[in-house]
């Protein structure tokens, strides 16, 4: 099996509703959603070792990784190690189980190389002093929506932030109206000051920015205020809305989902997810990576397929944490021997220091700059680019003897080069994994989608397309729902 072109998916729902899904991710060898789940999780119970552990404690995974790999990625060339983990690529001479895990990645994870080009927008003068990536994305984004919402009368901008998504809307279509709801009152005043500053007088009635934590039961407030903003602009009408969103963390992409379900003037749904590692959990607590979250699984499929395995598949906060990271496309391919060791180096050093800290104590980094990898590590060195801290009083404590101790306890088990190769073959192993991990999380919140319109008897339209460069900006995803009527 391999994984092709994804394609267009009709699904038949109760009382003659019909759902389009464009089936971006699930491989098209897969039958269905339960099916591609099933051995999804069955994958990830197997290799969870690879990122079930935070990166600034691998120790423990490095521990338990299979020898064959090991012994494979502490004999790698530069040039094998660059290229491993672009999984759709056909190298033949692995050792047989670095093959089968690569292999299995390829089946699962959705090949979505697109020809297509990205225009980046430079010196627009209301974007002055932005990045080549924040630019992209307001440019991308906004330009798809007003692509998409040209019968759309009302934009919801759900974290709003500083306005800068608003103002290429309203550049585009300017008779448009823009509600701006933002969590952080700085930033709604540095919005409208904005607006003042770079747009028409006229803009000023057409955009309001108000301060609002959004969640699933947002709705109301929403109604009310959009209809407000209408009225003020001389319209008695109860006027259509598009919910959007750019950089939604977290749960916000989630609440937005419910709205747009729950909201009957709301049409269309234009969310960009990210940082997928700061979804709320259930049990608040020290030991959070534990605990299980609100909205993950969201899905039923995936919580059903979660719920059959007999093993733990660790969709934990380093499984999100991966899921958001750099897409493959970033990965090192004409990455310097030298750099990967300097990283490997300094990712194993922050894991030793991890690793010898007892469960009352934090370490940090010091601010001084430091010199270039240099062996031997010595417990000399970890006190000196590490403070360490008691959790209990946040104060800072001195190292103590039994620190070094543990330390040439553990660095007994490996060379200091071993070390630093291992964890780089981790962080390997990791990037070839990022795009499935990543594909889990918004193909959960698209079968959620299906089912919860189905449910509701909605005729929906849901897909996700590719918007930006995602060497440039990774999480490169739209998801865009719309009611058919």
């Known amino acids: 099996m391999t994984a092709t072109r994804p394609e267009l998916e009709f699904c038949g729902g109760n009382a003659g509703t019909q759902y389009l899904i464009f089936n971006m991710s699930m491989p098209s060898s897969f039958r269905d959603s339960e099916t591609y789940f099933d051995t999804v999780i069955e994958f990830l119970c197997s290799y969870s070792w690879i990122y079930r552990e935070a990166n600034v404690a691998c120790i423990p995974s490095i521990n338990i990784m299979p020898l064959e790999f090991k012994k494979y990625f502490l004999e790698i060339s530069n040039e094998k190690l660059n290229a491993f983990p672009y999984i759709h690529e056909n190298i033949s001479d692995y050792p047989s189980e670095l093959c089968s895990f690569r292999q299995q990645l390829s089946i699962l994870t959705p090949n979505l190389n697109s020809p297509k080009t990205f225009d980046v927008m430079r010196n627009n003068r209301n974007h002055k002093g932005l990045s080549t990536k924040k630019t992209q994305e307001i440019k991308q984004l906004a330009a798809h929506i007003h692509d998409h919402c040209a019968n759309t009368q009302v934009l919801v901008d759900l974290g709003a932030g500083l306005g800068y998504l608003s103002h290429a809307l309203y550049g585009l279509k300017p008779d448009c109206l823009i509600l701006g709801l933002e969590a952080d009152m700085a930033r709604v005043e540095q919005a409208r000051q904005r607006c003042l500053r770079c747009l028409p007088p006229d803009a000023i009635n057409s955009i309001r920015y108000l301060q609002k934590f959004v969640s699933f039961d947002s709705g109301s407030y929403i109604d009310e205020q959009t209809s407000e903003l209408a009225r003020n602009n001389g319209s008695l009408d109860r006027k259509t809305i598009s919910i959007i969103g750019l950089h939604a963390c977290g749960d916000l992409s989630i609440n937005a989902m419910h709205l747009f379900l729950k909201m009957p003037r709301v049409q269309c749904l234009h969310i960009m997810p990210c940082c997928y590692h700061k979804l709320e959990v259930v049990n608040h607590g020290r030991d959070s990576d534990a605990k299980s979250f609100t909205n993950f699984p969201l899905s039923a499929a995936l919580g059903k397929s979660v719920k059959k395995s007999f093993k733990n598949p660790f969709l934990n906060r380093p499984f999100l944490r991966l899921a958001c990271q750099r897409s493959t496309s970033n990965w090192w391919r004409d990455c310097t021997e030298g750099a990967h060791k300097e990283h490997g180096y300094r990712m194993y050093m922050r894991a030793l220091a991890e690793a010898i800290l007892n469960s009352t104590e934090f370490v940090k980094p010091r601010k001084s ?61 990791q990037a070839a994994m990022q795009k499935l991990c990543e594909n889990v999380v918004l193909f959960d919140r698209l ?27 990774p999480r490169c995803q739209v998801l865009f729902a719309e009611k058919l009527f």
């Open 369 to 429: 700059r430091f010199p270039v990898a240099s062996y031997p590590i010595d417990f000399f060195e970890i006190k000196r680019r590490f403070q360490l801290f008691s959790k209990e009083s946040g104060a800072s404590v001195e190292w103590q003897p039994s620190h070094e101790n543990m330390f040439f306890e553990i660095s007994t088990m490996y060379t200091d080069q071993e070390g630093s190769m291992l964890v780089e073959g981790l962080t390997c192993l």
């Open 447 to 473: 079968c959620f989608l299906k089912e919860a319109a189905e449910n509701q008897k909605l005729t929906v339209q849901v897909r996700y397309e590719t918007l930006f460069d995602e060497k440039i900006s």
